[in-house]
C-alpha cells in the first residue's frame, strides 16, 4: 500500500455518518468534565472523540477508550496493532487547572507516528493541535489531534466560533485566506475562506462586501446550487470586519499547484478534469450564474490522483469583492480574462461567453505548462495580446498534442463572443466525445460517498450518440432530471 492509496481511501467527511460524542448531562453534574480536546478522525469508520477525562487510551483491547476492530481498519493492519496502542494524558503543571501539558505515549510494538515521525516504544512527545496521528505505518493516518484551547482563542464570530474549530491554513489568495476547519458537532473537515472587508469608502454607491443585504441575496443564490461538480457552500457568515464562507473540503488542492508540481498534464489527465469543469460550468450558466473569474486556483481537486473528481469554487465571488481585484491573479496580469472585458475595463455589459474564453486559456495552461499570452513581452501589451487574440502553439509544447485539442482551444480563444463556442458545443465537440472519458466519470461519481451529488449514469454500455442523444446525457449530467 503506498501514500496515494491511503489518500484515494480518505473519506468524503462532509457527509459520513458520524456520530461524534457530545457534552452529556453528565458535564453539567461535573464542571471540571469539559471537553479539552478532540480526536478528528482522518479515515472512516474511526468515530471522533470528545475528550473530556485525564487519559485515553487506543488498542485492540475492548478495555481501551478507542477499540479499533475490522469494521475501523483492514485485517492486515489490525493484525500489527497493539492491544494498547497508545495513551494520550492530560497532566495539569504543579496543580494549575489553567495550565496542562498534553502528550502522547507510545506502547506499541510497531509503532505509533505523529505527523509521520516514529514515537518510539515507552516513549512520550507533547502534543499539540493538528498533530496527525498514524499506526503501524506513517501512511495509516488515522487521528487529527485537535485541542480546544487552540479552536477558542481564534477570533471568529460566535455563530461561528460555536460551530467550528479553525485549524491549518490551507492557502490566501486575492480573495481572502483559507483554513481547515472542523465541525465541533460532528467532525467533519471543511474549508473556510474569510475575506476582509474594505474600509469605510466616501463613495456614493456602498460596496458590496459591506452591504449586508446584498451579501444575503447571493448567499440563498449560491446556498441553492448542487452539483457534483461545484464546491458545495455550506454557509456564510457576515460580521462588520469580514465575511466568512464555510465550504466543502477538498483534499487534492488547487489545478494551479497540481500544473505548476508537474510541468504540465498529460492528454489525458487534462481532459478528465477540463469535463468536469465544462459540466459544472454549463450548470452555473443554467441556473443564470457567470463565474467571471474561471483560473486554475478556483477549479479545485479531490485528491492527489490523476483520476479524480474536479470541481469548480469561487463562483458568484465577483458579485462581492472588487471586480478589478477579481481581474487580477497571481502576477497581477488579467491572464484568464476575456478580452471584452477589457475592451470596456470590466464596466460594460458582457455575456456568459466570458467564462468559454477562460476555459480555453485553462485547457492550454493544463496541456502545454503555459499560458497563451507572454506578460514580458514588451513589444505587445498583455491586453493587446488577449484583445487581438494574439497567441500560437509552439511545437515544442504542443508537438504531442491531438488536432482535436487545439481545434477546441482555437474555438475558445475567438475574440468575438458571438462567433465563439458556447459550453453547449463544447460539451458537443470532438475531443469530448470519447467512451473511455464518460467511463471513468462514471466510475468516479459510483465510488464517491457524496451521495447527494451523484448523477445518474451516462449508459456506459453506450456510447455511440448522435448529438440529440448525447445532449441528453450531458443534461443528465447537469442534473437536469
Known sequence: ???????????????????????????????TMVVWGRLCPIKLPFKPVEMIKDVYTLGRSEKC??????????????????????????????????????????????????????????????IESNNVISLAQPIVTVYVFMNT????????????????????????????????????????????????????TTSKHRHPLNDPEKIMNEVKILKALKHPYVVRMEEIVDSPKAVYIVLELMEGGELFERIKSRGKLSEKTAKLIFYQVVLAVSYLHDSGITHRDLKPENILLASNSDVTLAKVSDFGLSKLVDAQTMMKTFCGTPMYVAPEILFTTGRGSYTNQVDVWSLGVILYACLSGSVPFNCQDKRVSLQDQIKRGYYTFPTSKFGHITEKAIDLIKRMLTIDPKKRITIKQVLLHPWLQDRELRNTIDNLLLSTEDEENIVPSSNSNNYQYTNEQYQRVVKRARLDL
Open 149 to 200: 484551547a487552540t479552536f477558542e482563542s481564534n477570533d471568529l464570530p460566535s455563530e461561528l466560533r460555536s460551530k467550528y474549530a479553525v485549524s491549518r491554513k490551507l492557502g490566501s489568495g486575492a480573495c481572502g485566506e483559507v483554513k481547515m476547519v472542523f465541525s465541533k458537532n460532528s467532525c467533519k473537515r471543511f474549508a473556510m475562506k474569510t475575506i476582509m472587508k474594505l474600509g469605510d
Open 65 to 126: 477508550d478507542i477499540c479499533i476492530t475490522e469494521k475501523e481498519l483492514k485485517s492486515k493492519w489490525l493484525s500489527v496493532m497493539s492491544k494498547v496502542h497508545f495513551r494520550i494524558t492530560r497532566e495539569f503543571i504543579d496543580g494549575n487547572t489553567n495550565d496542562a501539558v498534553i502528550y502522547l505515549e507510545d506502547l506499541s510494538q510497531n509503532g505509533t507516528f505523529i505527523n509521520k515521525q516514529r514515537v518510539g516504544r515507552g516513549k512520550k512527545v507533547v
Open 1 to 31: 500500500m503506498n501514500d496515494e492509496e491511503i489518500v484515494l481511501t480518505l473519506p468524503d467527511t462532509q457527509n459520513a455518518d458520524l456520530v461524534c460524542l457530545t457534552q452529556s448531562q453528565e458535564l453539567s453534574q461535573e464542571k
